[in-house]
């Protein structure tokens, strides 16, 4: 499963503020998991049309980030003043053939790509 936290925020809230307090939160995870840990860990995305951020991962890492920025939101902006909320997705990871890992090179056209499977930028499955 994949779990995103989605905040958003009411128009009194500065998302140059909101954003200030999502980095210090990652400084502070950082301080408990060690940077590599943190960036492997969480992504995040502002957007300033829709007055929201996306948190994106199920981890421990990610889940101190979420509490450390929620708290960071009440102290600085109040409780009313911005909505979260915990939305699940099926796992996209892709499942791996292992039989085509073996044949790959037999397989490939003149550009490199395997003649059973779309590949490169842009091409759609």
């Known amino acids: 499963m994949r779990t995103i936290h989605r905040y958003r925020f009411e128009p009194e809230v500065s998302l140059e503020e909101a954003e200030t307090s999502l980095v210090l939160a990652i400084i502070a995870a950082e301080a408990l998991h060690g ?3 943190v960036r492997l860990s969480v992504r995040y995305l502002f957007g300033e049309e829709k007055r929201a951020c996306v948190i994106d991962g199920d981890n421990d890492v990610a889940r101190h980030v979420i ?13 009313d003043s911005f909505q979260v909320t915990r939305e699940t997705y099926p796992s996209t990871v892709p499942s791996r053939e292992p ?18 499977k779309a590949c490169g930028k842009g ?3």
């Open 99 to 116: 039989k085509a890992a073996a044949t790959g090179a037999a397989d490939a056209g003149a550009d490199g790509c395997s003649t059973r």
């Open 67 to 79: 509490l450390i920025f929620t708290q960071f939101l009440i102290h600085e902006f109040g409780e």
């Open 35 to 37: 940077q590599p840990a």
């Open 123 to 125: 091409v759609g499955a």
